[in-house]
């Protein structure tokens, strides 16, 4: 599981920030202060200006769950998933797809997984929800 220090440097390394010491520096922080959120939980303010500073929730910073209720690992469990269906779909390995009798045209196989992600991403926090071995626990 990734720690807020490290979900922290990797925003800033997607926002092109090359060092934790330029994103405290942009952020208005003493030197050090993000380094030391490996030991020690930061106070509400410093927390919600990083997460202001990047546009994602507090939530996501302490625990990788984004807008969405899905987690890091559900992103890699559905990229993986549109992966394995690209694959089938453009090697035809179970037949070609097929809408209203019509072969899908191989330009329109990005547009189609496209729709695909967009309904994992709706149905994992569903299932997840659904089929939790411990929500009937108390």
Known sequence: MMSLKTRVKRL??????QSISVLESN?????????????????????NTVAQYFNVSMDYLLNGTDEHGLTEQDHKDIAKDLNNLKRKLTSREDGPINYNGNNIPDNDL??????????LKRLKPINKEKYNPNKYKK
């Open 110 to 119: 990005d547009l189609f997984l496209d729709q695909v992600e967009i309904m």
């Open 12 to 17: 800033a390394e997607e926002h092109g920030i």
């Open 27 to 47: 952020l208005g922080f003493g030197n050090g202060t993000i380094s030391k959120w490996d030991r020690t939980t930061p106070n509400a303010d410093k927390l």
